[in-house]
């Protein structure tokens, strides 16, 4: 009797305590950013399974958190920071799956009236701002400067990247998300009917680019990316160039895919 | 009822992130997060201009009387400012920058309503080059002002470059001078930096005597507005460079205030009329703060683009509220939030006037006590904001690693380090973006 009672006791505080477990999401990027209104959708998604934001200043504080939460806690992470040896990487077995994927696009203010595909394709003196990653701007200045060698491109931080294209500075900037600006072309398949990086350069090697996140977490006990797919949250997201990514493959096959396919963006762009 | 409850949050959120140090808006903002989240979407502006013009006045107070600067933007504060108060005379800083700041808030708001026919072509001007152009001169000046000689400033400047680059750079994937350190890929965050090399050198230059603060009144901040006159020209020159330094992307007022200072210690230093705790140099930084404060609104409001992170996380919580955010609403929006910041601006005024006469019951007490208990909660908000990312120990211990070199420099003016620290970023990309743009 007693070992029934202690037996039920222990389930009963296990169910408890399963269905009380919360799940935080680490933020590690700037406020507003693509990466923070991602997390915020897959806070909305988990409705009560929502825990907190952990605010972190940068992915090492993030990872830092990961390895040491004892509580499940889990995160959107760009793809690029798994690639190579970097203080960032996170141990294998944090990573869930998969997450979203969007082309890359080349976008220009609304008031800049000489904006066109032709003039990108044959300008003499085409400035396009690309955001200060090592690792997305070789690939991007490759495929830039394959379609027109006149085109310089400049690297720009987050926020001074905003108001570049409305100062005239530059003609084009090439985001994952663009925002309000239009959209001229995309390195991919895109929701604005406009020309791709294969029509511009067919078999180009950074014609199809786009820019993926990863899901990663701790003790997370449900699958994160069929829920927040499922989600009110995600059918009402605005960063709608994210899509879902690999979904259909395992997790194993997905990550595979996708550190292969880093890599070989990273051999050709250096 | 919900713009007054807002209105209401708005006031003490900027009064806690304006006494506070190292708790400046954007800390309240990811904090606010899932109140602003509920909110009306006018309401989410209100709330913003409410914090920020309500924390410049209380940041101020903090600045002179303590010698803490809440935020960048206060440095200038606490080194002219808490001179003067060290000199007996805070009640009349105090009552000085509140009404030069109270002057600002109506000039930036009078000159964007003025320019508002214009104002969509702001950013046709405000090219790379526009922009190093502006950190390099206020660089320049602030070497060319600091009370050290001209190569020791540059050598503290250089210091101040050299500690905001530690750290681990996730866009260029390398790291710098962290020496395989956990603790210092993170970099060295901003609240040690400024504690220890900043506000501790400058506390330590004179600990004699006691806390002498005489208080403000009514009768003191009408006798401040009458002789405002005398500091006119100051006054507007100021406010005008605030107003265009809050158009810088990421820096915003707080850039506003060391350009307008440095460009007033300048002038006082060539006319042989500066001393340390320079009333002109006080109203110079207060007032630009608030034209600043203003003048940042504008890009959101008229280009819809967001240059803070707090801006940014307003635009995000419209957006995902599926909420229109366009130029056309953040224009319609533009009176509403422009009677809500002279409102408030005029509530900061009195409420900042209550508030620092508290401060009278610390009178009489020696003040190398109140500096140790200063010391002592910069030391606790060090810990706290460092807590919140779960690094609170980490960043402990580099105030602590930093504080030697805050005691070597307490003969000097570190303002050049503290500059160099939070001006390096903005100077160095700007550079080399004009590199990348023109050659």
């Not at chain 2, 320019?115 to 950190?135: D, R, S």
């Not at chain 2, 600091?146 to 681990?168: E, H, T």
């Not at chain 2, 050198?201 to 403000?216: E, H, I, W």
């Not at chain 2, 909420?323 to 009195?350: C, D, H, K, M, N």
């Amino acid at each position: 009797m007693k070992k029934i009672i202690i037996a039920f006791t222990m389930l009963f505080f296990a169910t408890m305590a399963y269905a009380e477990t919360k799940i935080d999401l680490v933020k590690h990027t700037r406020p507003g950013g693509l990466n923070d209104r991602m997390i915020n959708v897959v806070a909305e998604a988990l409705g009560d399974r929502f825990g907190k934001f952990i605010e972190t200043s940068n992915c090492l504080q993030a990872k830092k958190v990961l390895e040491n939460s004892k509580t499940p806690v889990a995160t959107v992470w760009s793809s690029q920071t798994e690639h190579g040896s970097q203080p960032c990487n996170l141990d294998d077995s944090m990573l869930l799956s998969t997450f979203t994927n969007s082309p890359y696009h080349i976008t220009y203010f609304a008031e800049n009236k000489e904006a066109s595909l032709e003039h990108l394709k044959t300008g003499k003196d085409v400035k396009v701002g690309l955001w200060d990653s090592n690792f997305w701007s070789a690939p991007q200045r490759q495929f830039l400067i394959d379609l027109n060698p006149n085109i310089k491109t400049i690297r720009y931080k987050s926020k001074p990247l905003r108001t570049a294209l409305a100062s005239g500075e530059i003609d084009y900037k090439v985001l994952s998300f663009p925002g309000k600006d239009p959209v001229l072309a995309a390195l991919g398949k895109n929701d604005y009917g406009v020309i791709t990086g294969q029509d511009l350069l067919p078999g180009h090697p950074f014609a199809d680019l786009g820019y993926q996140y990863l899901l990663v977490g701790v003790g997370i006990d449900i699958d994160l990316a069929s829920t927040v797919f499922n989600s009110e949250a995600w059918a009402n997201r605005r960063d709608t160039t994210h899509k879902p990514y690999l979904q259909d493959l395992s997790r194993d096959e997905q990550l595979s895919t996708v550190m292969v396919m880093l890599d070989k963006i990273y051999q050709s762009g250096q | 009822m919900e713009t007054g409850i807002v209105f209401t949050a708005g006031i003490l959120c900027g009064m806690m992130s304006g006494i506070l140090p190292g708790v400046g808006s954007l800390v309240v903002m990811t904090l606010a997060f899932p109140f602003l989240m509920t909110l009306d979407p006018v309401n989410i502006l209100i709330f913003y201009v409410t914090l920020i013009s309500i924390d410049q006045f209380f940041n101020g107070i903090t600045a002179i009387v303590f010698g803490m600067p809440g935020s960048s933007g206060a440095i200038p504060s606490s080194i002219e400012g808490h001179a003067i108060f060290r000199r007996g005379d805070g009640g009349n800083a105090i009552m000085y920058s509140a009404i030069g700041s109270y002057f600002a808030s109506i000039f930036g708001v009078t000159l964007m309503v003025c320019l508002l026919p214009v104002l969509w072509t702001v950013y046709g001007i405000w090219t790379t080059t526009i922009q190093a152009g502006l950190f390099t001169f206020a660089v320049t000046m602030i070497m060319l002002v600091a009370r050290n000689k001209l190569i020791f400033n540059v050598m503290l400047f250089a210091l101040g470059s050299v500690l905001a680059r530690i750290g681990w750079d996730e866009s260029t994937t390398s790291s710098f001078l962290t020496f395989d350190m956990d603790i210092l890929y993170t970099g060295i965050p901003i609240l040690p930096v400024m504690s220890m090399l900043f506000v501790l050198p400058m506390l330590l230059a004179t600990t004699r005597g006691n806390f002498n603060f005489p208080g403000v009144s009514i009768k003191g901040y009408l006798e401040s507005a009458r002789n405002m006159g005398k500091y006119a020209i100051t006054l507007i020159r100021s406010s005008f460079l605030g107003a265009v330094g809050g158009f810088v992307p990421g820096l915003t007022y707080g850039f506003s205030s060391v350009l307008s200072y440095t460009i007033e210690r300048w002038s006082r230093k060539r006319k042989g009329k500066y001393s340390l705790g320079d009333t002109n140099c006080l109203i110079a930084s207060e007032s630009s703060n608030n034209a600043g404060a203003f003048t940042q609104l504008i890009p959101l409001l008229f280009l819809g683009i967001p240059i803070t992170t707090s801006e940014a996380m307003i635009y995000h919580i419209l957006e995902a509220r599926g909420l229109p955010v366009s130029i056309e609403w953040f224009s319609q929006t533009f009176t509403t939030v422009t009677i809500f910041f002279l409102a408030s601006a005029t509530i900061g005024l009195f409420l900042s006037a209550k508030y620092v006469n508290v401060l009278k019951i610390l009178n009489g007490i020696k003040i190398s006590y109140v500096y140790v208990a200063i010391m002592t909660f910069l030391l606790i908000s060090i810990y706290t904001t460092g807590q919140l990312q779960y690094a609170g120990m980490q960043h402990i211990i580099i105030a602590l690693m930093l504080a030697p070199i805050g005691l070597m420099l307490t003969r000097f003016d570190t303002t050049p380090l503290v500059i160099g620290y939070i001006l390096h970023h903005p100077l160095f990309d700007s550079w080399e973006r004009m590199v990348e743009l023109y050659w």
